[in-house]
């Protein structure tokens, strides 16, 4: 009977080099990923989002007025002073978020607060407004959802 003589072991089994490499590798490059990311986060444009539509005037529209339905805004109505438009739902959990600060804005008048209420039941929607408040200049309705693609 062959056995192995006390204190005696065999060869060590350690990584092999392939894997050393591919994991040295793979450490690298995350390691250039963290620095282009901080060298990023200095960009004064880093959270822009690039748009076809900057530069050009706001798509025509046709929505009645989620409070009345027998009034109809158009985009033209709305030209010759600036607005800023918020869509916005009762279903949407980050309007819900940013409707305190969007308020505080509309406080300021700086420019007229467009609200536009998407693919909303309207009892949902004035019941949202009823609850969170109104800072709107005046609420777009668009039940169906015809308009948003203009916007982008």
């Known amino acids: 009977m062959n056995t192995p003589e006390t204190g005696q072991t065999g060869p060590k089994q350690g990584l092999p080099v392939v894997a050393v490499v591919i994991g040295a590798l793979f450490f690298i490059g995350l390691l250039g990923l963290m620095l282009y990311g901080v060298m990023r986060s200095g960009d004064a444009d880093r959270d822009v989002l690039p748009s076809v539509l900057i530069g050009k005037p706001a798509p025509d529209f046709a929505l009645p007025v989620l409070h009345d339905?027998?009034?109809?805004?158009?985009?033209?109505?709305?030209?010759?002073?600036?607005?800023?438009?918020?869509?916005?739902?009762?279903?949407?959990?980050?309007?819900?978020?940013?409707?305190?600060?969007?308020?505080?804005?509309?406080?300021?008048?700086?420019?007229?607060?467009?609200?536009?209420?998407?693919?909303?039941?309207?009892?949902?929607?004035?019941?949202?407004?009823?609850?969170?408040?109104?800072?709107?200049?005046v609420v777009l309705a668009d039940r169906e959802g015809r308009y948003a693609l203009d916007w982008g």
């Not at 916005?88 to 300021?108: D, I, K, N, Q």
């Not at 008048?109 to 009892?123: L, S, T």
């Open 69 to 137: 339905p027998s009034i109809t805004v158009t985009a033209a109505k709305l030209r010759g002073a600036p607005y800023l438009l918020n869509v916005w739902g009762s279903w949407c959990v980050g309007c819900r978020e940013e409707h305190p600060v969007l308020t505080r804005f509309a406080e300021t008048r700086r420019v007229r607060v467009v609200g536009y209420n998407w693919k909303d039941e309207p009892a949902d929607a004035l019941h949202w407004l009823e609850q969170f408040g109104n800072p709107f200049f």
